[in-house]
């Protein structure tokens, strides 16, 4: 049967069970916990001051109200970052390939920031979806346009991270097929394609952690907004 390239994104399953779980709870097993030992090792010190230069970088425009949320978007953060690198090796499976997922995590953080804002200060948040100074025949269009634009946050938060790590492994799937095909055919343009392979990869990577830091970065701008 013709497998789909699409079928590489489906969550695999082992007796009628989805392996989704155990994906999702992977993460969580890699990174050591703190003890109480007053000298740490070199992955905990490690960890440290990563987890240090994130919140310090991603809170530095927040008043202390929004600091709060320094812990869950941290997590968030080492979390997305996770998954997205652990589902570059080979025979694995990426959960944040998957629309559901990240809009399960978009859905409830963003509505979170806007319930937050409309709980603390309704006139600021009110305000802007009618900017000052608005002249009244464009009044309702800006109002419906600044709704839209307020509803389809989420929307994009997901869509955002879903497209680019499909795109990416699509991509690297078409390019390494192309390289297999070639060895025997053409070996020197097998080589080439191997190259750009590799180098794609490299890109892959890097668009695995951007885009682990863009969610995380774009929730925080909308914290500033509503804190």
Not at 80 to 107: D, H, I, K, R
Not at 202 to 218: G, P, R
Request: net charge neutral; glycine share 4%; no cysteine.
């Amino acid at each position: 049967m013709t497998l789909s390239l699409f079928d590489q994104f489906s969550s695999p399953t082992f007796i009628g069970i989805p392996l989704i779980m155990v994906a999702l709870s992977l993460p969580w097993l890699l990174f050591p916990s703190p003890t109480s030992r007053w000298l740490n090792n070199r992955m905990l010190t490690l960890q440290g001051w990563f987890l240090s230069s994130f919140t310090s970088q991603i809170f530095l425009p927040l008043n202390t109200g929004g600091h709060k949320w320094a812990p869950l978007l941290s997590a968030l953060m080492i979390f997305l970052l996770t998954l997205n690198t652990l589902g570059l090796l080979p025979y694995t499976f990426t959960p944040t390939t998957q629309l559901s997922l990240n809009m399960g995590l978009a859905v409830p953080l963003w509505l979170a920031t806007v319930i937050l804002g409309l709980r603390h200060q309704i006139t600021h948040a009110l305000a802007h979806f009618l900017p000052e100074g608005t002249p009244t025949p464009l009044i309702p269009v800006l109002i419906i346009i600044e709704t839209i634009s307020l509803f389809i946050r989420p929307l994009a938060l997901g869509v955002r991270l879903t497209a680019n790590l499909t795109a990416g492994h699509l991509l690297i799937h078409l390019v390494s097929s192309a390289a297999f095909v070639l060895l025997t055919l053409m070996p020197t343009v097998a080589i080439l394609t191997t190259i750009l392979l590799f180098m794609l990869t490299l890109l892959e990577v890097a668009v695995a952690l951007i885009q682990a830091y863009v969610f995380v970065l774009l929730l925080s701008l909308y914290l500033q907004e509503n804190v």
